[in-house]
């Protein structure tokens, strides 16, 4: 068969000539195995998932060049809007792209994941370019070879993009540094995709890419994911391997954001592959996250946690969105209970720990570059320098307790549901609420995520509704230890009760 790569529209096996194709976003399995055969109805590439894009090279329908040539249009035409990439290797992509196409063609891909445009975290190693981390004080030289992830994306034919934005050293939950600048939500200009892993969440909510890489340290992945309503998920500390280690090892996790679970499973799959770079990885290849992804939560019992006993102020709009969002999972069968987990409010253990950490990079840095750093950055270290070797080994003791809490907790329910976020997406530019209402530090309005990287466990966000002024609301589902597999089967058995919403340009006409 022809396959060329400078054409879109391709004759169907009906003889219909079409450029677009049906997106799978949000239907089941079985569905998706019926129609694999059949002719699909016109949808645009920015639509198709990374499943149906895997699917149409396998029967020569397009090519990994067309896509990536799309893709690379669209970045051109959305990143100035949205400032989503730090960097983007437009010959590196076509080329790989390329080769890419050439295998599929011979029947011959690499892995799971050939020919999909995956990005990278910009504090996650990718070899021949830099790592800025957001600051102006860091290297600009390209970094000698690829972290795990990127090195399994890569070995399986992704083809990697470029580096997407974060805030400096992935300090906030907002998205904005001294290196790049106020990364945009697309749903509304003026307001924060979330953070620290923004412009992952931003380039998967306009399907630049695929697959992306991000990383979660105190909610880094699970709160862009709600503020622009795609999925996220953190599996179990160590599945994914990170590498090389950096001060906030101790608490992130890498993990992926994309429009779909299928695609998160999918991506799972090839980026948990054991590394023996990373001392605290896993040494055991992964299950396969597809097995079992349809299988839904009948019969499973699953708590409720509104507050999780200690959140005094939620957004009214999120709290009724995420309490609508768990009685969905009644409808499919499961046994929900409101429960809160039953340990106290655990704030102090994150901020003595985060600004320990916060205090070693800064204190990394020459003192005559310090200025160069981000304001608030700054100030948090200097908290953290206070920290006593006691107070973090307190701290320390304190995390196995409630991790020890969790697995009482799961022992009597399979998942937790909470809200992902107390409030939408806040101002861009902005570290905490332009109203004031939850003081001065971001931790504030994020009570909902930091305590489950204590725990170490598996933790994801779903999207499950929109504000009045159109802001995405995220659900979050936590699973008992080394049960990613679980919180996958509960989102997408939630996806397919409410399909989620993606966008495929930004909204300017919501700018504030």
């Not at 149906?52 to 970045?75: F, G, H, M, Q, T």
């Not at 020459?366 to 981000?374: A, G, K, L």
Request: proline share 7%.
């Amino acid at each position: 068969m022809e396959y060329p790569s400078t054409k879109v529209d391709k004759l169907s096996s009906r003889g219909k000539r079409r450029r677009k194709i049906l997106c799978c976003d949000g239907r089941a399995a079985d569905d998706d195995a019926r129609r694999q055969e059949a002719d699909l109805p016109s949808h645009d590439i920015a639509d198709l998932s990374a499943t149906d894009l895997v699917r149409l090279y396998r029967r020569r329908e397009l090519s990994p060049v067309e896509v990536v040539d799309d893709v690379l249009a669209r970045i051109d035409r959305f990143d100035p809007v949205v400032n989503a990439f730090v960097l983007v290797d437009r010959e590196g992509a076509r080329k790989a792209a390329r080769e890419s196409e050439a295998r599929w063609m011979k029947g011959a891909p690499l892995g799971l994941v050939d020919g999909l445009g995956a990005t990278v975290k910009d504090n996650v190693w990718a070899k021949g370019w830099p790592a800025r981390k957001g600051s102006l004080t860091t290297d600009a030289a390209p970094m000698p070879e690829d972290a795990p992830a990127v090195a399994r994306l890569r070995e399986q034919g992704a083809v990697i993009l470029g580096k997407t934005t974060l805030p400096e050293y992935g300090w906030i939950g907002a998205c904005h540094s001294p290196l790049t600048g106020i990364t945009r939500n697309p749903w509304r200009l003026d307001r924060t995709p979330g953070g620290s892993s923004g412009g992952a969440a931003a380039a998967a909510l306009l399907n630049l890419g695929s697959l992306h890489i991000g990383t979660d340290g105190a909610g880094s992945i699970r709160i862009p994911a709600a503020f622009t309503g795609v999925f996220g998920i953190k599996a179990h500390f160590g599945r994914v391997p990170a590498w090389p280690a950096s001060p906030f090892s101790v608490l992130a996790h890498v993990g992926p954001l994309t429009r779909t679970v299928a695609d998160a499973a999918l991506m799972l799959n090839v980026i948990a592959e054991p590394d023996a770079r990373d001392m605290a990885a896993f040494n055991t290849r992964p299950p396969d996250y597809r097995v079992g992804l349809n299988d839904g939560v009948r019969g499973l019992r699953i708590a409720w946690s509104p507050r999780l006993g200690y959140v005094g102020k939620v957004d009214p709009e999120v709290e009724a969105a995420a309490a609508a969002a768990a009685q969905g999972f009644a409808e499919l069968g499961a046994i929900v209970e409101e429960a809160d987990p039953g340990f106290a409010e655990p704030i102090d253990l994150i901020t003595t720990l985060w600004g320990a950490v916060s205090a070693t990079i800064v204190d990394s840095v020459p003192e005559t570059e310090r200025s160069r750093m981000d304001p608030g950055f700054r100030r948090l270290a200097e908290q953290g320098r206070r920290v006593t070797l006691a107070r973090y080994l307190a701290a320390y003791q304190a995390r196995a307790d409630l991790a020890d809490a969790m697995n009482r907790f799961h022992a009597r329910y399979d998942l937790l549901l909470t809200p992902q976020m107390a409030v939408p997406a806040i101002e861009a530019g902005r570290v905490t609420p332009a109203d004031g209402s939850y003081g001065e530090d971001w931790i504030n309005w994020s009570p909902y995520t930091y305590p489950f990287n204590l725990t170490q466990q598996p933790a994801a966000s779903v999207p499950c509704g929109f504000t009045r002024a159109g802001l995405p609301i995220g659900l979050q589902i936590v699973g008992p230890a080394r049960c990613d597999h679980l919180v996958l089967r509960a989102a997408r058995a939630f996806e397919h009760l409410r399909p989620f919403v993606m966008l495929s340009s930004p909204r300017a006409d919501r700018a504030g």
